[in-house]
T-cell receptor, first 112, second 113 residues
Framework: KQEVTQIPAALSVPEGENLVLNCSFT??????LQWFRQDPGKGLTSLLL?????REQTSGRLNASLDKSSGRSTLYIAASQPGDSATYLC???????????FGKGITLSVRP | DAGVIQSPRHEVTEMGQEVTLRCKPI?????LFWYRQTMMRGLELLIY????????DSGMPEDRFSAKMPNASFSTLKIQPSEPRDSAVYFC???????????FGSGTQLSVL
């Protein structure tokens, strides 16, 4: 059974800092991995999707990397801003049914 | 496209009542997922449809929960009878192909008193 872990559960950083959010998964036979952002009281918004054959994806100040063999992904946020404050979740797609398994998320607070 | 549309946004009901949550997927999306989110357990997959057919309902907690997808543009999640422990945010999410992004609705905040 696939398990996805995100540690720590919460993170507080000063504005401007570059930061890395980690995601690990137990079954390396994945199709892809997605990073999502969730603002309080809202649904999840997909930020980046990395296919299993890819090593990284970039969008603006965000860069996500994937090391499938070690079961790890990182989301790098450059020059963090207060508007980046949210919960960030990763999810992997595995199995014949292409199910997504989510981590519990990292709640990020960027202090002005 | 208006995205994944869920209704109602908020539902407050009393224990024992029937609750029906609704979802309209993005046009052309073949797969539809129902998730439940709580602080304790995070996001839990309840059921997954592909081309309107239930593929995996192993996450449906009890017989009180049922889901249908009568056509490609509509799905319902029903709880009957509802209990206070069912209080959570219920999300519907859809995607086109397994290798494509998943799109979430805004969710339904359910409170069972």
């Amino acid at each position: 059974k696939q398990e996805v872990t995100q540690i720590p559960a919460a993170l507080s950083v000063p504005e401007g800092e570059n930061l890395v959010l980690n995601c690990s998964f137990t079954d390396s036979a994945i199709y892809n991995l997605q990073w999502f952002r969730q603002d309080p009281g809202k649904g999840l918004t997909s930020l980046l999707l990395i296919q299993s054959s890819q090593r990284e994806q970039t969008s603006g100040r965000l860069n996500a990397s994937l090391d499938k063999s070690s079961g790890r992904s990182t989301l790098y946020i450059a020059a963090s801003q207060p508007g980046d404050s949210a919960t960030y979740l990763c999810a992997v797609v595995t199995g014949a049914n292409s199910k997504l398994t989510f981590g519990k998320g990292i709640t990020l607070s960027v202090r002005p | 496209d208006a995205g994944v549309i869920q209704s109602p946004r908020h539902e407050v009901t009393e224990m024992g009542q029937e609750v029906t949550l609704r979802c309209k997927p993005i046009s052309g999306h073949n797969s539809l997922f129902w998730y439940r989110q709580t602080m304790m357990r995070g996001l839990e997959l309840l059921i997954y449809f592909n081309n309107n057919v239930p593929i995996d309902d192993s996450g449906m907690p009890e017989d009180r929960f049922s889901a249908k997808m009568p056509n490609a543009s509509f799905s319902t999640l029903k709880i009957q009878p509802s209990e206070p422990r069912d209080s959570a945010v219920y999300f519907c999410a859809t995607r086109g192909q397994p290798y494509e992004k998943l799109f979430f609705g805004s969710g339904t905040q359910l409170s069972v008193l």
